[in-house]
């Protein structure tokens, strides 16, 4: 099903992975510990929590849905429930998502698909690693 709103009255002005997003004092928001690469001693690995917010610019009433994509593009490890924003004319919306307890099988890129309206805008990528462990008899 496509969406009959127009995209053009929305941008997405950027996205950023973070592991978590705080609401301070005056509607600030802190971002801590903005990442692209996930490292884990071994898999599969779950990550307890870790956030995406995106900041969106222009007007009218839209929906967003983010889905988690495996790095060979042929596995949904996750894909979120339509969130509605609205856009006050020239203003803008910061949609924070959280993530919890995502178990991730593979390593390599992964892709977070950013959707506005039904209709894929960007793609985030971050890669899942396990580094190879350093050999204390090797010289």
């Known amino acids: ?9 929305a941008q997405l002005a950027y996205s950023i992975l973070c592991d978590d997003i705080r609401l301070e004092a005056g ?8 990442f692209q690469n996930v490292y884990f001693q071994s898999l599969p690995a779950t990550i307890l929590k870790f956030a995406l917010l995106n900041h969106w610019i ?3 009433e839209h929906s967003t849905e983010i889905r988690i994509i495996s790095p060979d593009r042929q596995r949904l490890l996750l ?9 006050e ?10 993530f919890t307890n995502i178990v991730f099988a593979e390593e390599g890129t992964h892709i977070v698909q950013i959707y506005l309206n039904q ?3 960007k793609e ?3 890669n899942v690693v ?3 462990a350093a050999n204390a008899t090797v010289n």
């Open 1 to 9: 099903m496509t969406s009959t709103r127009p995209l053009h009255t």
């Open 27 to 34: 509607n600030k928001l802190s971002l801590m510990g903005i």
């Open 58 to 60: 222009g007007s009218g």
């Open 79 to 87: 894909q979120t429930t339509p969130s509605n924003f609205t856009l």
């Open 89 to 98: 004319g020239g203003g803008f919306a910061d949609n924070v998502t959280f």
């Open 119 to 121: 209709i894929m805008l």
């Open 124 to 126: 985030v990528y971050f």
């Open 130 to 132: 396990v580094p190879v």
